[in-house]
Nanobody
Framework: QVQLVESGGGLVQAGGSLRLSCAAS????????MGWYRQAAGKQRELVAR???????VYVDSVRGRFTISRDNAKDTVYLQMNSLKPEDTAVYYC?????????WGQGTQVTVAS
């Protein structure tokens, strides 16, 4: 059974930082591209960042330079370090694993940035 369990969300003031974690089980972590997506109220889910098994990362323009995605293949965990948070970063953040057409999602963690 595949499980992606996010943690680290919460309430933070604008300009603050949070670190999200996503622990994976039931998959061969090192073969999966791992991603973080977010969905704000009333909006579609969007890609925030993703990282390939080899460590190549891509970011949506709105977070580039502020967020950093990383992975620890020994711990089957992917991280999202979020700095200089803005109110518009408020959303539910979801972890995603992708490999060979198979997609898996976590349950999401709420990030709220107060102005």
């Amino acid at each position: 059974q595949v499980q992606l369990v996010e943690s680290g969300g919460g309430l933070v003031q604008a300009g603050g930082s949070l670190r999200l974690s996503c622990a994976a089980s039931g998959i061969i972590f090192g073969l999966n591209t791992m991603g973080w997506y977010r969905q704000a109220a009333g909006k579609q889910r969007e890609l925030v960042a993703r990282i390939t098994p080899g460590g190549k990362a891509v970011y949506v323009d709105s977070v580039r330079g502020r967020f950093t995605i990383s992975r620890d293949n020994a711990k089957d965990t992917v991280y999202l370090q979020m700095n200089s948070l803005k109110p518009e970063d408020t959303a539910v953040y979801y972890c995603n694993a992708a490999n060979n057409g198979f997609l898996y999602w976590g349950q999401g963690t709420q990030v709220t940035v107060a102005s």
